[in-house]
């Protein structure tokens, strides 16, 4: 007797609200990823251990989503979110890696800890 009170009840309730819900959801993730954005800075990297270090370090960063160095150029390449992270806070990341960054000079105590192979003083690179 009680299922056949509650059936009424079900029969008014609209189903379709939630499927509305469901295809406005991708456009939402869609303007989330579209906030990607590139920066390429020029580092003191000479060889591929830096690459490697600097690409590792960087991976742990906040919103980073790839790092490539080039290392004949010195480049780095930095593909990022940009509502979760900034230039400026990756220049900072690879400075505290032992690297320089554009116009930001290594962190002394992090190139300190730097093979002697990739200290920009070393002469043979």
Do not use: W
């Not at 189903?15 to 800075?41: D, I, Y």
């Not at 590792?56 to 010195?74: H, N, R, W």
């Not at 480049?75 to 806070?89: E, G, M, N």
Request: hydrophobic share 40%.
């Amino acid at each position: 007797m009680k299922f056949l009170l509650a059936l009424p009840f079900f029969a008014c309730l609209n189903f379709a609200a939630p499927v509305a819900q469901a295809q406005t959801a991708p456009a939402a993730v869609q303007a989330a990823t579209s906030g990607v954005a590139t920066a390429q800075f020029k580092t003191s990297a000479v060889c591929d251990m830096c690459k490697a270090r600097i690409e590792k370090s960087l991976a742990y960063e906040k919103g980073v989503q790839s790092a490539v160095l080039d290392v004949p150029t010195k480049v780095l390449t930095v593909t990022y979110k940009a509502d979760k992270t900034t230039p400026a806070t990756l220049r900072t990341a690879v400075q505290k890696t032992g690297y320089d960054a554009d116009e930001l000079t290594a962190d002394a105590r992090a190139y300190n800890r730097l093979p002697d192979c990739c200290k920009k003083t070393n002469p043979v690179h």
